[in-house]
């Protein structure tokens, strides 16, 4: 049996990257920022294929406007998701059978003690779902299993990955940088976080057996805390939403619906121009 693999890459928390200038776009140190992220992606595809030659790999660009990895410098082994807005967001892919995933550079929560740690969006403070607060490792997790995969990976800063290990215990985590603040850390070098992302990868490919998806409740119930009250005022314009100063709440039948409505609400209520 074929196995198929979904790289979700993001940015923050790559290693050596401490800064908005090396995470957006036109700022002017995102090109170095954009290359750490191409070559983490790489270590990772290498470490797959390396392992279990037959593998089918796709690679999602989960960072800002999903256009960050150079495709012409990622490993021509893997396919490339790229662009939004699009179904699934950070782990589209998922349609295509994928039954392993693996997340690169993520960072911690909003509100956690971590380098970049923030949710979906700076305008969100908190995602709740069933009264537990998630982050985009908890959210994409609980997506990856209602759609039959297991997250058998996670790299990123310490408490990303302990973030991680809450939800998925015996997962394989990568700690690449020790945050020291919002925009400080004590980091490996890019090298030698790539390969130990390399290493761990083919573990994971390995013992992906081991794993099973994680467990979803039937009724989701999601509350979201916004920065701004006007940020709420748009929010609340969305039928089956009800607000209740900056939050504002809404069910799902499953986490698939759950998660487009949070892209939209991100992208309703985007701080900036």
Do not use: W
């Not at 782990?91 to 380098?115: D, E, I, K, P």
């Not at 302990?162 to 940088?177: M, T």
């Not at 490996?188 to 057996?209: F, K, T």
């Amino acid at each position: 049996m074929v196995i198929k693999v979904l790289i979700s890459v993001d940015m923050e928390g790559i290693a050596g990257i401490v800064h908005p200038a090396e995470t957006t776009p036109e700022r002017y140190d995102y090109e170095r920022g954009r290359r750490l992220m191409t070559a983490a992606a790489n270590a990772v595809v290498e470490g797959v294929i390396d392992t279990e030659p037959a593998a089918e790999v796709l690679v999602a660009d989960s960072h800002g406007p999903y256009r960050n990895i150079l495709p012409e410098d990622l490993d021509r082994r893997a396919r490339l998701i790229r662009g939004k807005p699009r179904e699934l967001g950070m782990l589209a892919g998922l349609q295509a059978g994928a039954q392993v995933v693996m997340f690169v550079g993520y960072h911690a929560r909003a509100g956690a003690s971590g380098v970049l740690a923030h949710t979906i969006a700076d305008a969100i403070l908190d995602v709740r779902i069933n009264g537990r607060s998630h982050g985009e490792i908890g959210i994409n997790t609980l997506l990856a299993g209602s759609c039959g995969a297991s997250v058998v990976l996670a790299s990123g800063d310490d408490a990303a990955c302990e973030e991680f290990s809450a939800l998925v215990p015996g997962g394989i985590i990568v700690p690449v940088k020790r945050g020291l603040g919002q925009h400080a850390a004590d980091s490996l070098h890019p090298q030698e976080a790539n390969d130990r992302l390399r290493q761990s990868a083919g573990q994971a490919i390995r013992r992906h057996g081991e794993h099973r998806p994680v467990a979803v409740p039937r009724q989701l119930g999601i509350e979201v805390d916004l920065h701004q009250p006007r940020s709420a005022d748009l929010a609340a314009l969305i039928p089956g939403i009800a607000r209740t100063g900056r939050t504002v709440t809404f069910t799902a039948e499953d986490m698939t619906a759950a998660y487009g409505m949070l892209q939209l609400l991100a992208l309703l209520t985007h701080i900036g121009p």
